[in-house]
């Protein structure tokens, strides 16, 4: 198997509890954080719904330079942007994916900002790091901030305790 097909499963896999997890976010609690120094609820759903982007961004060019190419946050206006959001990065990311070789995701990729180098790394790890484990990592912050809500989790590996609540009941 190659390792672009190793990748398209995962991302495939993750991307269904990605987009489960973005249903769940309501539009009308975008703006609340749990502390001061923690991103907003909407921002942080679109920073999880927008990492799909780096597909194109590792597997277009040879590194990406945030100071050259300032990385402007967003924050969708509503549940069903966000969902969009998200659908559209998949939609032009995954085929980037399909299409990449061994060869290509085994040649290095620069992460910088300005003359700094944040990271130098293949191409394939950089896509590991920066777009699947980086949203695993928010996507599970999301979690708890819509615990926090009290909205009802997914389950993501597994059921949730709100996924056992739910079978419980009596139909």
């Known amino acids: 198997m190659s390792l672009s097909q190793l990748l398209l499963a995962e991302l495939d896999r993750e991307s269904v509890s990605t987009r489960r997890i973005l249903e769940r976010v309501p539009t009308e609690h975008f703006a609340w954080q749990p502390h001061a120094k923690s991103m907003s609820l909407g921002r942080l759903a679109t920073h ?11 597997l277009d060019a040879d590194e990406f330079d945030m100071i050259a190419k300032p990385l402007r946050p967003v924050v969708a206006e509503s549940t069903a942007a966000l969902l969009d959001f ?31 180098v944040l ?6 790890h950089t896509l590991r790091n920066w777009m699947l484990n980086h949203q695993i990592h928010h996507r599970g912050q999301l979690s708890v901030y819509l615990r926090l809500l009290d909205i009802p989790i997914p389950g993501m590996y597994g059921p949730s305790a709100d996924d056992r609540a739910a079978a419980q009941k009596p139909a």
């Open 48 to 58: 999880v719904a927008e990492l799909p982007q780096w597909l194109n961004r590792v």
């Open 86 to 116: 998200f659908d559209e990065r998949m939609t032009v990311g995954r085929p980037a994916l399909g299409l990449a070789t061994d060869e290509q995701l085994q040649q290095p990729w620069v992460f910088r900002a300005g003359e700094r």
């Open 119 to 124: 990271s130098r790394d293949s191409r394939y």
